[in-house]
């Protein structure tokens, strides 16, 4: 169950006739992973697509241009179509589809290209409308030159200067001008114009008062914009009526040509046909029993080899002078978690799919990794809204990253209401139960009589009412106890890691291996615990102990051998390595690190809003209410990226390391996924 | 509240401890990060060693804040 399922390596040859046949049994058994054929096998090449590939691709080309034209997108389908309906119906409805949509496609377009054809004229049109002439008359003189265009400087002084005879005109802030200048000197007029900083802009087509010319374009483009809607509302008269029709066939063709290509990945000869691939073991006899019960004896199913967990030899790094007798197809990672664990599966994913000789550890992720989560956040007012997020997201959301989030969320709230209740018993940051703080002079009993509700900020004090304390812990006073108890849940989880470690390498390479690569460091992990609560002894509580401690004694007599035996096995790297161990334990300490952030920060917005604000009455009251709601929710999403990062890293970086190789292959099978059609 | 001055002195060596570490990380995290973002944007496959390489630094801090929490277990209370 945790590793991956056992692959068998089968042959399956048959007549080249019945390849058709054959893939479509393949399809259906929705077992089989086949291997591309690699064109290298005496006597045979690669397959040629079927016959129906090339129809079928037309006929996807011609829907998938519908739907691009009618804005078709994929949603869940009412119902499904039956495909030997769409087989017989599909070639007359695409060609009425046809006939239907391009008339009204096509004059879309008109449509849409007249009216930008009209905003161009009116944007010709718009400067013209401050000079007071026709339209006409900036046209057709046999003696005239006539310049239209925007100025930078006035051009009136310089202009008489420059010419002897010539008419101006300029629009009322002076930056439009026309100039009607006489042909022999426009040479000059334009010198002079272009040192004004001139920019022509030619004059309009048409006739009569620019004012009336506008007034034209707009309505025409009014007309225009109300006959463009009127097609756009037939096109989505048109998709109402026709997606699903549409859908249904593009997702029929689809398969159609999927099936159709398969053969490019099989190995063909005149007459027969080879697939090699890969069968769960134990759906092997079904799959044997399938095929001879719908193909017959035309074709035959070789079962060759069941793979071994032993670690294989990738057939890219076969050239590296290791012999071919050793080069074996990587089988692919069939992985099946049951439900609550397998939501778990895109962290595991996100790495690496693990590989066929290895233990897939999405089991400890579903197991750790939303305990860490409540551990940082570790507390009820903000486990109970992450429950409920995490239930509303995994009813709403479809794509895997997001479900991934929202089961983080359900799950990781879960731990953090439970630890909130009975591990720090706390509410928004504050504890629910009084709590009292040493001060001097007085013992806990006096100031228990002094302070019936506690002298720290709680919810007993603040509601002046006793609430008893259900927590054992508090994240801001208990912090060495806080930290002790994240160092030993590192030991645990880098313990689990090496065990696993040891697993997987005794299962791939023989437990010889394991035990000069693993057992070795999880002795000098188990020695390092020994040794801590020896040192916590000596160095934290002062107790005279001396060299003499069985705790120092056992965790010496691990940890040295351990270094020896890993000494033997990786070399000098072993005593680069030693310092990592120590470091991964002690980042787990971050467990309570961001838990103590979290609870800091609350504790902050809650002195401010509690103790600063609201004493002052009336309007306070509410300010120190919004004080109060905006820190929570600035906490609570922070909570979600620091507790989930967190989280899982110290999976990825510190556990994963101890035993994840990665790299495996998919196991991803002939299948047919229909959304919009069934079979009968 | 009265602090003794050797007292409030290890409570400042503490936090200089974890605040610089905490810079330390940050100054060598950030260049992994950025280039790690770009080999994810190359390929989505390479998310994993990217984290990996990315947090590795992060080592630098933590042993930051075993020296600051050392430090401040010595102060007297």
Not at chain 1, 499 to 505: A, D, F, P, Q, S
Not at chain 2, 28 to 57: R, W
Request: charged letters at 20%.
């Amino acid at each position: 169950m945790l590793l991956p399922e056992k692959m068998t390596k089968i042959l399956i040859i048959g007549s080249k006739t019945r390849l058709e046949d054959s893939i479509d049994v393949l399809y259906k058994i929705e077992a089989v992973h086949p291997i591309d054929f690699s064109a290298e096998e005496e006597g045979f090449s690669l397959g040629a697509p079927l016959a129906e590939a090339s129809e079928a691709s037309q006929r996807l080309l011609r829907l998938r241009s519908f739907e691009k034209d009618l804005n078709v997108v994929d949603k869940p389908a009412a119902e499904m179509v039956d495909s030997s309906r769409i087989e017989r119906e599909a070639d007359e409805a695409i060609n009425g589809l046809e006939a239907e949509i391009t008339g009204i496609v096509e004059s879309k377009s008109n449509i849409q290209n007249r009216i930008h054809e009209l905003e161009a004229n009116k944007k010709t049109l718009e400067p013209f409308l401050s000079l007071p002439l026709d339209i006409d008359s900036y046209k057709g003189y046999e003696s005239l030159q006539v310049f239209t265009g925007m100025v930078q400087n006035d051009p009136k002084e310089v202009l008489r200067q420059a010419l002897k005879e010539y008419e101006l005109f300029q629009s009322a802030e002076g930056g439009f001008i026309a100039v009607f200048v006489a042909k022999a000197e426009a040479a000059e007029a334009q010198r002079v114009l272009i040192q004004q900083g001139f920019t022509e802009y030619p004059a309009p087509a048409g006739k009569g008062d620019p004012k009336a010319a506008m007034a034209a374009i707009d309505s025409e483009i009014g007309v225009q914009t109300k006959s463009l809607e009127e097609v756009a509302e037939k096109l989505v008269q048109l998709r109402k009526k026709h997606e699903h029709f549409i859908l249904a066939s593009d997702e029929f063709f689809s398969i159609e040509v999927e099936k159709a290509e398969f053969p490019l990945r099989v190995g063909t000869s005149d007459h027969a046909f080879v697939i090699d691939a890969w069968v769960p073991t134990k759906e092997l006899p079904e799959v044997q029993k399938t095929i001879q019960e719908q193909l017959g004896d035309d074709v035959y199913v070789e079962v060759l080899e069941t793979a071994p967990r032993r670690a294989h030899i990738h057939p890219e790094e076969a050239h590296a002078g290791v012999s071919e007798a050793h080069v074996v197809e990587v089988p692919p990672s069939k992985t099946s978690n049951r439900s609550p664990v397998n939501m778990f599966s895109f962290l595991t994913e996100l790495i690496s799919t693990p590989s066929y000789g290895e233990i897939d550890p999405t089991i400890i992720i579903a197991i750790f990794f939303p305990f860490f989560f409540g551990l940082m956040v570790g507390d009820i007012g903000y486990g109970i809204p992450f429950i409920l997020l995490g239930i509303l997201g995994l009813k709403k959301c479809a794509s895997k990253e997001w479900r991934t989030i929202a089961t983080m969320l359900f799950w990781g709230g879960i731990w953090a209401t439970l630890l909130g209740l009975f591990l720090f018993g706390d509410l928004f940051g504050m504890p629910i139960g009084a709590r009292w703080i040493a001060e001097p002079g007085y013992t806990l009993e006096q100031l228990k009589v002094m302070y019936p509700y506690g002298n720290e900020l709680s919810w007993s004090s603040m509601t002046q009412t006793f609430l008893p304390n259900p927590g054992y812990l508090s994240k801001l006073n208990s912090v060495k106890l806080f930290l002790y108890i994240t160092i030993w849940i590192g030991f645990l989880h880098l313990t689990i890691g090496y065990i696993v470690g040891i697993y997987n390498e005794s299962i791939r390479h023989g437990f010889k291996h394991a035990f000069f690569h693993k057992v070795s460091w999880l002795m000098i992990l188990v020695g390092g615990a020994f040794l801590l609560l020896y040192f916590v002894d000596l160095l934290i509580l002062q107790s005279p102990v001396g060299l003499d401690d069985p705790r120092f004694l056992i965790g010496m007599v691990l940890i040295m051998p351990g270094i020896a035996i890993s000494l033997v096995g990786e070399g000098a790297t072993t005593i680069l390595e030693l310092p990592t161990v120590l470091s991964n334990v002690i980042s787990y300490t971050r467990l309570a690190a961001i838990g103590m952030s979290k609870a800091g920060m609350a504790l902050a917005f809650n002195m401010i809003a509690i103790e600063m604000i609201a004493p002052a009455g009336g309007f306070a009251i509410v300010a120190a209410m919004l004080v109060f709601f905006i820190g929570h929710l600035m906490i609570f999403i922070l909570a979600v990226i620091t507790a989930g990062i967190h989280g899982i890293r110290l999976h990825y970086v510190e556990q994963f390391q101890k035993f994840f190789s990665g790299g495996g292959l998919k196991f991803n099978p002939l299948k047919i996924v229909r959304k919009y059609t069934i079979e009968r | 509240m009265v602090v003794e001055i050797g007292s409030g002195l290890i409570a400042v060596g503490a936090g200089l401890a974890v605040g610089l570490a905490g810079l330390g990380s940050g100054m060598a995290e950030g260049p992994i990060g950025a280039a790690a973002v770009g080999a994810i944007a190359e390929d989505e496959k390479n998310f994993g060693k990217g984290l990996i390489m990315t947090v590795i630094p992060e080592t630098i801090v933590i042993f930051g804040l075993v020296m600051a929490i050392l430090l401040w277990i010595k102060i007297p209370s």
